[in-house]
């Protein structure tokens, strides 16, 4: 325990079966824990909805700004709306919309949380034995919890009973990390068969967020006996229940504590790049507003104080005019509502609702689909999904994408191809990237293997050798017997639970795919396992050659990311004890017996030969070890494994400690090599990729050779490309990447000091980065690839805290390049590799995409991470913002949707701040003609109208269905997506260029129609217009200029924004100026009077004049701007100018 701050805290759970007292009393001691197991995922409750929302809402910026302008709307001494705040009528309905949204997810939160929290268990009385149902949230911490076939784990349980003769039980955990095979899961071995009841007390971890860990002792009330408990003892929430009929379990973590809980956190907040250039341009409009109304206060300040002004009662009544000082405050504020509409007040909702649209129209691309079949005839389909629409625009500007291999290049489907068994190699034929590898290096290509009609078909293997089936029908073979060790091995090192398949067939359950393809590669040459009963001892069954054959599995030492091996020790048929280890060549090379009669040096020369072969062929390569392990040797080592599956604390440590403790002096029996084929389409995406000036970084647990080779095969890399080299821990690694005259990188172990490996590491980049730009400088065509391993990464992390130097020369070096490939990298590297990429380049968009849970850290890393529907589960899909079936869907996700949605985004944003600057300015102009008295000739409502129900359709429809350029263009030419990453659609200089036009609009609206109003009677029988009728006209021609303005950006026309343009001008604009002109008071009473336009309608419509100063100003703001568009899109056109001419006859 530690004394903290007055309190103590504890180290470990402790809980009492049957008595909650005593429980809770334990529970007090640790930090926040909790015996409710209710689970709340919905943000609000009834009382709080309100505050809470609006608490939310007001955390942006414009809401607040809004909020502000309605209180000084409400100022007498500055209102110019009568102390009536007119701008709420347009805030309050954009409040509630947005409310109304939140309430909806939320609600949907809540019917979740009441299904799952009302669900039905079944508590067991722990005195009586008697079971009664409850629901979710009566379950507490010590109660004992019995679940029934299909049923949902109702919370963290720890297995102490089950209806299998054997303690075992088999779980779903599709809920936790999306894989639907069965997990096996058991009652400790001593802890079966007895019974358990109140007053046992169980001591554990305390509540952590680790899936796949779990420690702790259990304590039977009756004698004392203590058991030492695991993950294997472990059924956690979420999961369920299958193939039992029924366990019972202590439940030992309920509610916020439990594991699922714990792992619900919410993925990092990404913020898209359009939305952050969004927040810059509302603080400089804001600041270009004040420097506004500044100008207007300092104007009417001067006028104040000039006598002739002062005198002038006519103007001022009884009242006299402010000094000079009071009135350019006062102006300033005045002013400060005037220009009110300088930013817009629906930007937020309106650019939300259109990435809404954009990904929903998105998940509707055929072209995006994809389906899978499992071997039980279940179809499961795949649609892009969008989880977050926040991102959208972000798909347009990646300049950096960071790739998974297994599972993401490559379909994670493995086939057993190739095998090395005591220095000879077996297996016909080669790969795709064994063909492509040969044709590169003018080696002769072999034939396709030809499978005999008499050889097995056996799921996962396409393994032809005909001297490899001699062999196994002959026993009196010289190389019989290290063959049958070989496959034996693969036969007895796993954890694959085999189950009832279709037509009586036996199918293989395994946590990753590569396993499952060893064990049937076993089956395929005779040694097939069907049969495993896991009771006080493990017992495996094999069919070898036609014979059932049982084997005792006393320990199974797991595989892991850090131990990069697994081993099982079996008690034989014949009372021996076996050994079995399987593991990468460069872990199970060290624990071979290094004596040369053990391991012959012309064999282990020959095997590694046969490795580099197989990584030719791009194969994933595993070495098999053995070792006959003497009976006293074994019983001493089991008693230290033991006590390190007993211990609380570090357990998972004293383990591995233990295992290496009996994994060495092994003798190698052979190699194995699977194959991965690639994805469909994955060099074309690749290809189209770096095109379209995107850099792409392969990062792989694969050797560099492998990587490479891959690296080749999907066009990663090509002939043509200056190939560069980093690396340090396979200096003597055969690959293509030769004729440089640079020097190497030795292995860093080998340097005196970390000063020694620095400075070793700065002479590699500094002369590859020299080669890239003398090559590559002298040849601008030419493009360069970079090859990187694991442990040159760590050396450069390493050096980077005394040289930060280092990552500068590492990411300049980098940038240079058109393509990465890291080997024998790490989960946590893959993410530190991203995250030293985006601070090396902020300005950059990267993006992440993978298929597994180790790919987690690095999709949440980058600021668009994108998950594939894999065979290792959905832990990427539910971290990513996008999600997809295959990689090749990558290539139509950026460069279609991505490119679009940029520039619809782009143009949404730059279009709002321009016509609100159309709308405002004229008021500006008006001053000078009013001492800038505060005078304003708008109607009120129909100003706040204008963001919403006048302008707000037809850019909608553009920024969610506009195209410029077709898919089939986009896809075929990608060279046009390189405008998206050199910002050719949005940009400062881009906004204030639409500034500007908006600056030269405001002028043509205001002074067209005041030439017009002081030249001609606009009105048959003289009558000339009046204040408040050349406000209504001048705002009718902000709406129609914005409109047509518009117009010139959209390229897609099919009908659809022809409405949207109709409804804004004629029941929109046109239909509320008739019903509001025609004295019909439809506003509430002082709030929205429309006493101001009344009849103005039928004195102006009815004009020539009108209409013709209606086109004349239209045509004025408009031609100047066509005409730039079309002189700059003939003599400066952008790629994607020349993509639009190109969909056009396409």
Known sequence: ???????????????????????????????????????????????????????????????????????????????????????LISLIPLLCVTAIMDFQEDQNRKRADRAENESIAHKVDPVAGGVSDVKWTDVTVGDIVEVRNRDLIPADLILIASSDANGLAYVMTANLDGETNLKLRQVSTDMNKR????????????????????????????????????????????????NTEFVRGVV???GRDTKIQMNAAKSPLKMSSLTKLGNFETVAIFGA??????????????????????????????????????????KFFTYMLIFTNFIPIAHVVQLDLAKLLQSIMMTKDLKCYHEITDVYGNVSQFPLEARSSELNEEL?????????????????????????????????????????????????????????????????????DPEMSAILADKSHPRAQRTHEFFLSLALNHEVMPEDGPDGQVILSASNPDEAAL???AKHCGRAFFKRVRAKQEEVTLNIEGEDVAFTILHNLEFSSERKRSSVIVRMADGSLMLFTKGADNVILDLLDKDPAV??????????????????????????AQAVLPEARYRAWAEGMHAADIVLENRQQAREQAMAGIEKDLVLVGATAIEDKLQDGVGDAISSLRKGGVKVWMLTGDKVGTAVNIGFSCELVTKEMLNLRFVAGEAGQPSELKGLNLPGLNDLSSYESASATSQAIKRQLTALLSEVKSVCGADPSREACLVVDTEALTGLEAGMQADRELGGLFITLSGLVKSVICARVSPKQKARIVKMVREAAPETVTLSIGDGANDVPMIQTA???IGIYGLEGRQAVNASDYAIGQFRFLKSLLLVHGRWNHRRCAILTNYLFYKNAVLVLPNFFLGFYCIMSGSFFYYDTFYQFFNTIFTSLPILYLASLDQDVSAQVATAKPEIYRDGIERVFISNKIFWRWMAEGFYSSIIVFFVPLGAFSTFNLVAGGQVLGFWDLGMLIFFLDVVVVTVRLALEICYWTGIEIVCFALSLVPGLWGMWFMFSAQVDLSLPGFLSSYRIYGTYEIMFGTGVFWLTVLLTTVTCTIPIFCFIGAKTIEFPTRSDIGREMSKGW
């Open 396 to 464: 347009g500007m990646v300049e950096y994408v960071f790739s998974d291999k297994t599972g993401t290049l490559t379909c994670n489907v493995m086939e057993f191809r190739k095998c090395s068994i005591a220095g000879v190699s077996y297996g016909q034929g080669t790969t795709e990237i064994g063909r492509a590898f040969r044709f590169r290096n003018n080696l002769p290509i072999p034939a396709e293997s030809v499978r005999s009609p008499d050889d097995p078909k056996t799921p996962n293997v396409n393994f032809v």
């Open 599 to 624: 391991n012959d040096p012309a064999m282990l020369e020959a095997t590694k030969a046969h490795l580099d072969e197989y990584v030719n062929d791009g194969l994933r390569t595993l070495l098999v």
């Open 863 to 865: 600021h668009i991470g």
């Open 252 to 254: 030992t973590f309920v």
């Open 195 to 242: 019974k358990f009841g109140k007053g046992c007390t169980l001591k554990c971890e305390l509540p952590n967020n680790h899936l796949n860990n779990f420690e702790g002792t259990f304590t039977d009330g009756a004698d004392q006996s203590s058991f030492p408990l695991s993950n294997q003892n472990m059924l956690l929430r979420g999961t369920q229940l299958r």
């Open 519 to 521: 064990v049937y590669a």
């Open 1 to 87: 325990m530690a004394q903290q701050a007055g309190k103590v805290e504890v180290e470990l759970r402790t809980l009492v079966v049957g008595d909650v007292d005593a429980t809770k009393a334990n529970l007090k001691a640790e930090n926040n824990a909790t015996m409710d197991n209710t689970v709340v995922t919905a943000l609000y409750k009834w009382y709080n909805f309100v505050p809470l929302n609006l608490w939310k809402q007001f955390q942006r910026r414009q809401n607040c700004y809004f909020l502000l302008i309605s209180i000084m709307q409400m100022i007498e001494e500055i209102s110019i709306t009568n102390r009536q705040p007119t701008v």
């Open 289 to 330: 507003q004040c420097v506004f109304c500044l100008v207007c206060g300092i104007v009417a300040a001067s006028y104040a104080n000039q006598s002739a002004i002062q005198d002038n009662s006519w103007i001022w009544g009884v009242d006299k005019p402010e000094s000079g000082g009071s009135s350019l405050v006062l």
